[in-house]
């Protein structure tokens, strides 16, 4: 199984970041996604929006991985400002993952978010989150609504969704993958 293996080297090359609402559990995901790699120790808080700072992990020989601060509920007064000039200004920013509650689905906050990276030119994916907690018939439903909203009203959304459990982690290897893709540690191969 491939692993994101911690470096102490300082150079990188890339750099992919976690973005998402307060709570959606974007802690728990990096978490999930290093669970190969004990030296990297992410917080997970009980309360919403306990990361307030950006956080950053050194990943592999190419990449640094960015907890961004949550917004909307209890988030920090400077997001805004704050996340947006680091998104602007990112040169060498590989990939934003937009995170979504699979459990409710887009919401007015995440609409903010996906403006603001449509408006910057960021290349995104959305990741659903917490897909343990919705039901069937409820993640079918967030499914369905969000895969047409990516597919008719975003430009720079990778076309697929990400369907994620940190807890039972289903969905975090293929996502491990596809982090490790975009930054040049993993090659796609042909089949034959
Ligand atoms: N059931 C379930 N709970 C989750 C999952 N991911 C995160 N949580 C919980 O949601 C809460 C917020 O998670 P956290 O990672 O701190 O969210 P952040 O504010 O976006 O960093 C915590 O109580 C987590 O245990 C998941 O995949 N399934
Ligand atoms: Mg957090």
Not at 106 to 135: C, N, W
């Amino acid at each position: 199984m491939l692993s994101l293996v911690v470096t102490k080297r300082s150079e990188t090359c890339g750099w992919v970041c976690f973005i998402g609402r307060s709570n959606v559990g974007k802690s728990s995901l990096i978490r999930a996604l290093f669970s190969l790699s004990p030296e990297v120790e992410v917080r997970v808080s009980k309360t919403p929006g306990h990361t307030k700072k950006m956080n950053f992990f050194k990943v592999g020989k190419k990449f640094t991985l960015v907890d961004m601060p949550g917004y909307g509920y209890r988030a920090p007064q400077d997001f805004v400002e704050m996340v947006e000039a680091y998104l602007q200004e990112r040169h060498n920013l590989k990939r934003t993952f937009l995170l979504v509650d699979g459990v409710v689905g887009l919401q007015k906050t995440d609409h903010i978010a996906v403006d603001m990276l449509e408006e910057f030119g960021i290349p995104y994916v959305m990741v659903l989150t917490k897909i343990d907690r919705a039901s069937r018939g409820v993640l079918l439903k967030n499914v369905l609504a969000i895969q047409e909203f990516v597919n008719e009203k975003t430009q720079g959304c990778f076309p697929q969704l990400f369907l994620v459990s940190s807890l039972e982690f289903s969905g975090v290897h293929l996502l491990r993958c596809f982090v490790a893709h975009v930054t040049g540690n993993l090659p796609t191969v042909d089949a034959n």
